[in-house]
């Protein structure tokens, strides 16, 4: 093909001097298979190379050098055309399918709207019949039950018992059970309210809505995929795959039917999200069949009020209740699929505490956990398998996945601690704050995320110290993205080396925890990211330091596989949680993993009342102890005062000898408690409303100006930009630049990193302020800036240059260069400018700093 073609046929004109246009070149076949190998290899090859390749095929001897650089230069050229037309052509498949299911919902809700204008004027006719004919109370009475019959949603067949235990019965259900899905997913059977944020195009996960007014929970989405209706049922089928908080999926029975699809008979068990509530399980009817028009429909609903089979007894859970749910898988022309995922549950909410009952009654809580998972599950896989998403590493994105899901079930094992795994309760010490239990029978949970090799031979086991707190004011993400950044404000290094010695054959003696821990740098690397970021898979390594004999073990690095995920403050309902695991440094596809980390999972906000000293974070088991009448948060305050609330859940495994068990158990609630501590300190020092409500609020150690909005801030400022202009003559904000409020909000939103050292003769200068360029900067908050120092971020050159520099005119600036940030990413910057800022007595106050354009290397 490529023999045919001539330079006259490009359709881009070609430069002159790069061509004589009077020479008409028609390659062989021959001579374009040699170029197409050499452009397989190197689609850019240089002057050197491209000489060579006239040496080394004898072929190619009558071809000019330049009209082989033009050659290479149309093929990349055609190669981009193929490219940009095929994404072109995805794009345009993907918009189509998209506009076809915005029309069909545009029709759902025209029919929804045209349902309740009939029922708001029939209810409108039996008002004025019932008013014109009779008083009476009874009769009116039966109107509004007549009404409220005309509104009800969701009814439950219910259906005799010996019709239900034979396959004609269960048939019979399923079909109901089809139907009344379908009328959810397609029809006006429940009142969808669409998540703000959650709107339709190529790129975007697809449309989600939750209930509005029905009996249970209820959310619904529908999205394109790129994938097969069979790929995705059985995917979706495969539960523990994609929903976190699914424990087990047991069939029990498989029935064909004589349409040629299936029923099955399934028990599952789900996690409980906290400590302070039993698990779920569910016992449902699975039906899996195909339409008329080529569609496949997977719809499930509970046994358990239908009169159907019984269910496998159940001691540790509480039976929930799924209502008609499932998902419709719709072909599309040119491939790909049409989904739409409905998810409907009862989970008995009056079976758990009066203050957790926001967690089993939210539809957004369900969206999130189950509905929008399975959607970006889908899509995950849909763009791995198409080849859209490359990992580094040499990790196969399938190995990638289950290391998540193995830290996940850890987790939410060591929470959970079913009795049927081994795990048994210890006494306590006195104080409820916390719960340990024991599992010293290994052989009953080795499984996905243990490894026998953990467990010594003298005998041993698993320990786990556990304890649950409320939040207020305290935003999921914000806490959790903080407990990432800065480990060392509440982690103690000598803890995490004894939890990684279960790794190793010489375990290390057991330590007693330190309130202040070691220091210690971490390094985050990477290793992969779902499609929407909302979940990052990462190795971090620990810097080990040692400053007695005694701490040798301390040298050496530790590696942690971490899971986080829910750190978008966007994301409604999302639950946000931080999970690890030590590692060695092989760092194997079945390496064992004991997980242990933090969950804050958001209640939906609630009006209360909550007087000005109101603390922010509360043992939750305390709370639960008092009457229904006092957990609820009350004062003499003012009434009507809006909260955040949250929960947040903690668990830390440990491995143990027997002989050791005791000192083990002892360090554990020391340290677990010491980490509650310092949660509750982070809490309280990044509430957003701190500043903001009326609170007393004390000034973080190290910085009393770098609080926004303060007075002291906006003086801070004000010298900033004063000794910017009599240093270099310049205006740093404009010469426009107002005072007061608008020049601190000029400088805070400013593009370029602006931040502030202390200048003392005796120490290394520790920042103290920072816009909010420079935080992203440094990759930390406004909390925990007074930990880090220039030495860390400046290199030595760098450094020198600016003391020379600033030594002999209070000014220094430093050229394009690199430096570091806080979690030890590279950053670049075209130039870096130093100046001495001084009060209104001339006194010198701080250093400040400028990295003007800079990047993430």
């Known amino acids: 093909m490529w023999g045919k073609m001539a330079f006259s046929m490009h359709k881009e004109p070609l430069n002159s001097k790069q061509i004589d246009s009077s020479k008409y070149v028609r390659y062989t076949p021959e001579q374009v298979e040699a170029l197409e190998r050499v452009y397989n290899e190197c689609p850019k090859?240089?002057?050197?190379?491209?000489?060579?390749?006239?040496?080394?095929?004898?072929?190619?001897?009558?071809?000019?050098?330049?009209?082989?650089?033009?050659?290479?230069?149309?093929?990349?050229?055609?190669?981009?055309?193929?490219?940009?037309?095929?994404?072109?052509?995805?794009?345009?498949?993907?918009?189509?399918?998209?506009?076809?299911?915005?029309?069909?919902?545009?029709?759902?809700?025209?029919?929804?709207?045209?349902?309740?204008?009939?029922?708001?004027?029939?209810?409108?006719?039996?008002?004025?019949?019932?008013?014109?004919?009779?008083?009476?109370?009874?009769?009116?009475?039966?109107?509004?039950?007549?009404?409220?019959?005309?509104?009800?949603?969701?009814?439950?067949?219910?259906?005799?018992?010996?019709?239900?235990?034979?396959?004609?019965?269960?048939?019979?259900?399923?079909?109901?059970?089809?139907?009344?899905?379908?009328?959810?997913?397609?029809?006006?059977?429940?009142?969808?309210?669409?998540?703000?944020?959650?709107?339709?195009?190529?790129?975007?996960?697809?449309?989600?809505?939750?209930?509005?007014?029905?009996?249970?929970?209820?959310?619904?989405?529908?999205?394109?995929?790129?994938?097969?209706?069979?790929?995705?049922?059985?995917?979706?089928?495969?539960?523990?795959?994609?929903?976190?908080?699914?424990?087990?999926?047991?069939?029990?029975?498989?029935?064909?039917?004589?349409?040629?699809?299936?029923?099955?008979?399934?028990?599952?068990?789900?996690?409980?999200?906290?400590?302070?509530?039993?698990?779920?399980?569910?016992?449902?009817?699975?039906?899996?069949?195909?339409?008329?028009?080529?569609?496949?429909?997977?719809?499930?609903?509970?046994?358990?009020?239908?009169?159907?089979?019984?269910?496998?007894?159940?001691?540790?859970?509480?039976?929930?209740?799924?209502?008609?749910?499932?998902?419709?898988?719709?072909?599309?022309?040119?491939?790909?699929?049409?989904?739409?995922?409905?998810?409907?549950?009862?989970?008995?909410?009056?079976?758990?505490?009066?203050?957790?009952?926001?967690?089993?009654?939210?539809?957004?809580?369900?969206?999130?956990?189950?509905?929008?998972?399975?959607?970006?599950?889908?899509?995950?896989?849909?763009?791995?398998?198409?080849?859209?998403?490359?990992?580094?590493?040499?990790?196969?994105?399938?190995?990638?996945?289950?290391?998540?899901?193995?830290?996940?079930?850890?987790?939410?094992?060591?929470?959970?601690?079913?009795?049927?795994?081994?795990?048994?309760?210890?006494?306590?010490?006195?104080?409820?704050?916390?719960?340990?239990?024991?599992?010293?029978?290994?052989?009953?949970?080795?499984?996905?995320?243990?490894?026998?090799?953990?467990?010594?031979?003298?005998?041993?086991?698993?320990?786990?110290?556990?304890?649950?707190?409320?939040?207020?004011?305290?935003?999921?993400?914000?806490?959790?993205?903080?407990?990432?950044?800065?480990?060392?404000?509440?982690?103690?290094?000598?803890?995490?080396?004894?939890?990684?010695?279960?790794?190793?054959?010489?375990?290390?003696?057991?330590?007693?925890?330190?309130t202040s821990g070691f220091p210690s740098s971490q390094v985050i690397l990477p290793l992969a990211q779902t499609v929407e970021h909302e979940e990052f898979l990462e190795v971090v390594r620990l810097e080990g330091h040692a400053f007695t004999p005694d701490d040798v073990a301390l040298t050496q690095d530790m590696y942690l596989l971490q899971l986080c995920s829910g750190i978008d403050e966007n994301a409604v309902g999302a639950c946000a949680q931080l999970i690890f695991a030590p590692i060695d440094e092989s760092f194997a596809d079945n390496a064992p993993l004991l997980p242990s980390g933090f969950r804050v999972i958001p209640l939906d906000p609630k009006t209360v009342m909550d007087g000005p000293g109101a603390t922010r974070t509360l043992d939750l088991a305390s709370a639960l102890e008092v009457g229904p009448g006092i957990n609820r948060l009350s004062s003499d305050g003012e009434p009507n005062n809006y909260n955040l609330r949250s929960v947040l859940t903690i668990a830390f495994h440990f491995t143990f000898e027997n002989h050791l068990r005791d000192d083990v158990v002892s360090m554990a609630r020391q340290y677990v408690r010491s980490v509650v501590g310092s949660v509750q300190r982070v809490a309280m020092a990044i509430a957003p409303s701190r500043v903001s409500s009326g609170l007393e609020t004390k000034p973080l150690p190290g910085y009393p100006e770098a609080l926004p909005g303060s007075p002291e801030a906006l003086t801070l400022v004000h010298w900033i930009c004063r000794s910017y202009r009599i240093h270099t003559g310049d205006e740093l904000l404009g010469a426009d630049s107002q005072a007061g409020d608008a020049l601190l909000k000029q400088l805070w939103h400013h593009t370029d990193a602006i931040m502030c050292c202390s200048l003392k003769s005796n120490a290394s200068p520790v920042f103290t302020f920072a816009n909010q360029a420079g935080l992203d900067m440094l990759e930390t908050t406004l909390v925990a800036l007074q930990d880090i120092m220039l030495d860390k971020i400046v290199d030595e050159a760098g450094r020198k240059i600016l003391c020379l520099e600033f030594m002999e005119q209070g000014f220094g600036h430093l050229p394009a260069g690199i430096c570091v940030s806080s979690m030890g990413r590279r950053v670049s910057y075209e130039q870096a400018i130093a100046w001495k800022v001084v009060d209104e007595d001339a006194t010198t106050h701080c250093l400040a700093l400028i990295f003007i354009n800079w990047s993430f290397v």
């Open 45 to 514: 090859p240089s002057s050197l190379r491209r000489q060579h390749l006239i040496r080394e095929c004898p072929i190619l001897s009558n071809i000019e050098p330049k009209q082989i650089k033009v050659w290479f230069q149309n093929r990349r050229c055609r190669e981009k055309q193929r490219n940009e037309a095929s994404r072109l052509q995805t794009v345009n498949r993907k918009l189509t399918a998209m506009n076809k299911l915005l029309m069909e919902e545009n029709d759902r809700l025209q029919k929804q709207v045209s349902h309740l204008v009939y029922e708001n004027g029939y209810m409108k006719q039996q008002l004025r019949t019932a008013s014109a004919t009779t008083t009476d109370n009874n009769s009116c009475e039966s109107v509004v039950v007549s009404g409220q019959q005309q509104q009800q949603q969701n009814p439950t067949p219910r259906h005799p018992q010996s019709d239900a235990n034979n396959p004609a019965g269960l048939h019979i259900i399923a079909e109901e059970t089809l139907a009344e899905f379908l009328s959810k997913a397609t029809g006006t059977a429940v009142d969808w309210d669409q998540i703000i944020g959650m709107k339709p195009g190529p790129d975007s996960i697809g449309i989600v809505a939750v209930s509005r007014n029905c009996s249970g929970i209820a959310a619904r989405a529908c999205g394109l995929v790129s994938l097969k209706p069979t790929m995705i049922a059985e995917i979706l089928k495969d539960r523990p795959s994609w929903f976190r908080d699914c424990r087990c999926v047991d069939v029990l029975s498989i029935i064909p039917t004589a349409n040629g699809g299936t029923i099955e008979l399934i028990y599952m068990q789900t996690y409980a999200p906290t400590t302070l509530a039993a698990a779920r399980d569910f016992w449902t009817l699975r039906y899996t069949t195909s339409l008329e028009d080529g569609s496949l429909v997977v719809c499930e609903r509970s046994l358990t009020s239908t009169g159907g089979p019984t269910g496998p007894p159940t001691s540790c859970f509480v039976r929930a209740e799924m209502l008609p749910s499932g998902f419709l898988i719709r072909p599309c022309e040119g491939g790909g699929s049409i989904i739409h995922i409905v998810d409907h549950v009862d989970l008995d909410v009056w079976s758990v505490p009066e203050v957790l009952r926001p967690l089993y009654e939210s539809s957004k809580i369900l969206a999130q956990k189950m509905t929008i998972a399975a959607l970006l599950h889908i899509r995950q896989i849909s763009q791995e398998t198409n080849g859209e998403i490359k990992y580094g590493g040499g990790r196969q994105p399938a190995v990638l996945r289950t290391f998540s899901q193995r830290l996940c079930r850890g987790f939410n094992d060591a929470v959970n601690g079913f009795v049927d795994d081994g795990w048994s309760l210890m006494g306590s010490d006195g104080v409820e704050d916390m719960t340990i239990m024991i599992n010293s029978s290994p052989g009953k949970f080795i499984g996905s995320q243990y490894n026998a090799s953990m467990f010594s031979s003298f005998g041993g086991g698993v320990l786990c110290a556990k304890a649950s707190m409320l939040l207020q004011n305290v935003p999921p993400a914000l806490l959790v993205r903080f407990l990432r950044e800065h480990r060392s404000e509440w982690a103690d290094y000598g803890v995490d080396t004894y939890s990684a010695a279960c790794l190793k054959p010489n375990p290390c003696a057991v330590p007693y925890a330190r």
